[in-house]
């Protein structure tokens, strides 16, 4: 069918999972990746948010969770990341 990627000859390598921040971690459980959030979350650490849910959501097939019972304040930018979480790869512009 014109327009789809190539299968690749093999699956990839599992990846590590990205390292804990100070306002986000992820864990896998029962099937599922769980993106907890913690502390104050604003326009100040969204950043380092992002970085760890690109990181999970770029894996194929992968099913998230994210977790806000930690979350202390959230302001509007936050919601531009859970969105953006939500919607996967591709959501994102390519640069």
Known sequence: MPGRPPI????????????????ARSYDV????????RGAIDLSNVPEIRALADAVTARPGVRVVMDLRPVEFLDGST?????????????RAAT
């Open 30 to 37: 029962r099937g599922l990746t769980v993106i907890e959030l």
């Open 8 to 23: 690749p000859a093999r699956l990839p390598a599992p990846r590590k999972p990205p390292a804990p921040g100070r306002h």
């Open 79 to 91: 919601l531009g990341l859970l969105c953006r979480t939500r919607g996967g790869p591709s959501t």
